[in-house]
């Protein structure tokens, strides 16, 4: 946390060591200007992501963010009544995105970037399942093969690292991950994002427990040994050495 994120100036303060008492130098002017919009921002989260993403993008760049690009746009839910200036990618064409492209290999120039979105597809195939339209909501126009452990985890590193090379220094990466069980193992998605991330060089910065009202609940696992996922998380990186 930065000084200026506490609206530190620089004034008497005394502070209490066992057996004494210290007294620093007054001085006049203050070392930073105290911020009049610092508004902590909570690490629970019941409301929507646009709402969301709306206080993320307020609280993490450095400055407004005149790019933004959401990696993985769908029907873009997470603009609606937005007036940021995002550039839409999916790489599915019938949600008619601004940009049909793979996230693992972005047609975009290097450092063009202050924001990426990025919203993969968690649920890998759909099973049995049709009470909801899996494939169209969550994309799962790609599905995951025995090889790759039915999950997505391998296209996070392919993804950060194009991620990185496009986003400017200081940067600022908003991942929402959901971990979940399958093949009778919690498969731990948000871990291996945050350690694929540490590889290409993105700084893990900041996680968000976004609760939903309640959890997925497969119809085929009316009886499960383990707690329901009610919840995902939003994880902010930043292509930068420091995270503030
Ligand atoms: C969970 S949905 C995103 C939902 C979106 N955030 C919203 O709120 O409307 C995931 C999207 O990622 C897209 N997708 C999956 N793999 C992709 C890839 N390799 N490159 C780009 N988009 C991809 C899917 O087509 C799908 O639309």
Not at 78 to 94: E, H, K, L
Not at 118 to 144: A, C, E, M
Not at 154 to 176: D, N, R, S, W
Not at 213 to 239: E, N, T
Request: contains cysteine.
């Amino acid at each position: 946390m930065s000084l200026l994120s506490f609206g530190v100036m620089r004034q008497a303060k005394l502070w209490e060591s066992p057996g004494r008492t210290i007294r620093t130098t007054r001085t006049k002017k203050p070392l930073l200007a105290v911020p009049t919009q610092y508004k902590p921002l909570p690490s629970v989260w019941d409301e929507g992501d646009a709402e969301l993403l709306e206080r993320l993008l307020n609280f993490y760049p450095r400055k407004r963010p005149k790019r933004i690009l959401d990696a993985t746009v769908n029907g873009g839910r997470f603009w609606r009544g937005s007036n940021r200036p995002v550039i839409g990618m999916d790489i599915a064409r019938t949600h008619r995105p601004m940009v049909v492209a793979d996230n693992i290999c972005m047609p975009f120039r290097k450092a063009s970037f202050d924001v990426i979105v990025y919203d993969p597809p968690h649920i890998p195939n759909q099973g049995k399942d049709r009470s909801k339209d899996f494939n169209t909501r969550f994309g799962l126009v790609l599905r995951s093969s025995k090889e790759n452990g039915y999950t997505f985890s391998h296209t996070y590193p392919p993804f950060l690292q194009e991620a990185h090379a496009i986003l400017k220094p200081e940067g600022i990466l908003l991942c929402k991950i959901t971990d979940y069980i399958h093949d009778h193992q919690y498969q731990w998605a948000h871990v291996e994002f945050v350690q694929a991330a540490k590889v290409v060089g993105f700084q893990p910065c900041d996680c968000i427990i976004k609760i939903r009202k309640g959890p997925i609940i497969d119809p085929k696992w009316k009886v499960a040994h383990h707690s329901r996922r009610q919840h995902c998380y939003w994880l902010v990186f930043r292509k930068s050495d420091k995270c503030e």
